[in-house]
């Protein structure tokens, strides 16, 4: 999947291609959040805005002969251009995603182009499910099966009492699963931390932004108000990715209930981010949320008590105790924010561990630590005796080590690129595709120019009288 991008933040022009483990390095101010926000925005609402429907006569047919069979060939032929004016949908709602004034948007360019989209197809797994009334009663039920590229739609109530439920409710259902067969496995489900995440960790019962916002909208304007203008404007304030960061924080209770699949699975990779953390998280039933350090006797630490480390990585542990699930696309906004380059050097090897289980991750970084501990895990990832006896002598586990061809790594910076339209190359801000060697690793140059300078200036002090 790649993702084209023009005028978006300090990004003039700018592509990059989602990987297995994807990584966006570069100086501030360079457009790094905004190439991240503006992908998770998309993958987060893709159903609501793709412009994929049967027809409602097909509705009336299945309401009266009782079965309906969609041919999925006519929306695989027209899969590209479905695919574009949903994009140039989103592309308008970009204001909202980053809660920006919509001048800001007025020349953005959002595209996401799907190569080799027929080859990728899952066309011999089977799909079905079910759809029941408020009241449990089966409705109808939407199945393929294996190498067929037919959905049958089959009513399972009387008919008479079908056609008294809503039929845009019916129509919905039936377009979703076919968004679902062709585009679900190709958009992953995403989870975001954003940089705001510490704040959200102690603030999260004063961080209720609707709550907030309608009392206070409520106390100005009294009765003289539209309810949905209100939620509306209250959820217009801040960029998305922002507000799902605190929505799930806000909820934690319920989250804390569920399990993920790492947790009968890989029990491993849970006891590795434990160790990260130093300890593990717990909320009790009256919805506190607390930090209990690994040898600390049973204390309990509230968040504001916690390291600004432990408030940093929450997100990250709930995600992946309470609702990681294969194929899904986890996405940190700087993964190093207030560790130690022990613990970032960890949160590498965590990554890479989760790339090879079947999580996608994506991360903007400005760590050089992150970036050198997975080209040691790329260097290491070759059967030779010699490498595998430092895995052993310094704690690599085969689990931990990554191909090189897993990983797609960008740098945010000015460079003389040819715009599109134009003959001459111009200087403006794009991702530059980092080189990645199987036997070397990355080579992001963004950090080691930095690192040649201190070391350059050392040297001198060092050496200038001799």
């Not at 491993?268 to 909320?283: Q, W």
Request: hydrophobic share 40%; proline share 4%.
């Amino acid at each position: 999947m790649k993702i084209k991008l023009k005028n978006l933040g300090a990004l003039k022009q700018a592509e990059f291609t989602l990987g297995d483990l994807t990584i966006i390095c570069g100086g501030n101010n360079t457009g790094k959040t905004y190439a991240t926000y503006a992908l998770f925005g998309f993958l987060y609402g893709w159903q609501q805005i793709m412009p994929l429907e049967i027809s409602p006569d097909q509705i009336e047919q299945l309401l009266n002969e009782g079965v309906i069979y969609i041919n999925l060939e006519e929306y695989v032929n027209q899969a590209e251009n479905i695919l574009k004016k949903a994009c140039d949908v989103y592309t308008q709602q970009l204001s909202k995603i980053f809660a920006a004034p919509p001048e800001r948007f007025q020349e953005t360019y959002f595209q996401i182009i799907l190569d080799n989209f027929r080859e990728t197809l899952v066309w011999q797994e089977s799909f079905e499910h079910i759809i029941v009334t408020p009241t449990n009663a089966q409705l109808f039920s939407l199945t393929k099966s294996e190498n067929s590229t037919r959905l049958a739609v089959t009513l399972l109530l009387e008919q008479e009492k079908a056609k008294l439920f809503p039929h845009s409710i019916i129509l919905d259902v039936a377009n979703n699963a076919i968004k679902e067969i062709l585009f679900g496995r190709l958009f992953p489900r995403p989870f975001i931390a954003s940089a705001e995440r510490t704040g959200a960790a102690i603030f999260r019962k004063e961080l209720n932004f609707a709550r907030n916002r309608i009392l206070e909208e409520i106390s100005i304007a009294g009765n003289n108000i539209n309810p949905m203008e209100l939620l509306f404007r209250v959820y217009q304030d801040y960029p998305l990715p922002v507000k799902q960061n605190v929505d799930f924080t806000r909820d934690l209770e319920t989250i804390f209930k569920k399990s993920s699949f790492l947790v009968e699975n890989h029990p491993e990779v849970l006891a590795d981010f434990a160790d990260i953390i130093g300890g593990e998280y717990a909320v009790t039933r009256n919805d506190e949320l607390y930090y209990i350090p690994k040898n600390g006797k049973r204390v309990k630490l509230s968040m504001d008590e916690s390291s600004s480390a432990v408030r940093s990585l929450l997100d990250i542990g709930f995600y992946l105790r309470h609702e990681a699930q294969l194929g899904d696309l986890l996405m940190v906004d700087e993964p190093e924010l207030n560790l130690h380059p022990e613990n970032q050097r960890r949160m590498a090897r965590l990554f890479a561990r989760l790339v090879n289980l079947g999580i996608k991750v994506f991360i903007t970084t400005h760590s050089d630590y992150i970036i050198k501990e997975l080209n040691t895990l790329i260097m290491l990832n070759h059967d030779r005796p010699h490498l595998q006896r430092i895995a052993e002598a310094e704690g690599y586990r085969p689990e931990e080590l990554i191909a090189a061809e897993k990983i797609k790594v960008y740098i945010a910076e000015k460079a003389s690129i040819k715009l599109e339209g134009s003959k001459k190359k111009t200087q403006c801000y794009t991702l530059t595709p980092a080189a990645i060697d199987t036997e070397m690793g990355i080579a992001a140059r963004s950090f080691d120019t930095t690192i040649e300078t201190m070391n350059r200036i050392q040297e001198a002090i060092v050496w200038g009288e001799s």
